[in-house]
């Protein structure tokens, strides 16, 4: 369940260049289903389109944070590398942290609110 207020990032790693929660829920649905085309499905965007930000965050990080497996009798596939799990955890970790934060500091002014709403 989401806490609100809550932080909603993008990280700039230049002018063009952003990882933000779509990026990361593209992994981690890679991660949930082995799967880039049922990843790319369940946020309603092409497969090519999920390459193209699979391959951003390649170029963000220096090294593939997916991996794939050509399709045969087995069938291919997809996982995020060690590295993709690494970035998922350390945004959700600075997301959880920077929402905790606002909440801290917020925490005053929407108690005055509060109190203003219950006396009018």
């Not at 965050?57 to 993709?84: D, H, M, R, S, W």
């Not at 997301?95 to 005055?112: F, R």
């Amino acid at each position: 369940m989401k806490r609100f207020p809550r932080a909603a990032i993008k990280v700039d790693f230049g002018t063009e260049v952003r990882l933000g929660p779509g990026k990361v829920r593209l992994l981690e649905l890679i991660a949930e289903t082995g799967s880039i085309s049922e990843a790319a499905r369940q946020m309603e965007m092409s497969y090519r389109r999920a390459w193209l930000l699979i391959d951003e965050v390649n170029g963000i990080f220096g090294k593939p944070v997916v991996e794939t497996a050509t399709g045969g009798a087995g069938g291919g596939g997809a996982k995020i590398t060690p590295l993709g799990e690494a970035v998922v955890v350390a945004f959700r970790t600075i997301e959880n942290e920077a929402t905790e934060l606002i909440q801290l500091k917020l925490a005053k002014l929407l108690t005055q609110r509060e109190r203003a709403r219950r006396e009018t």
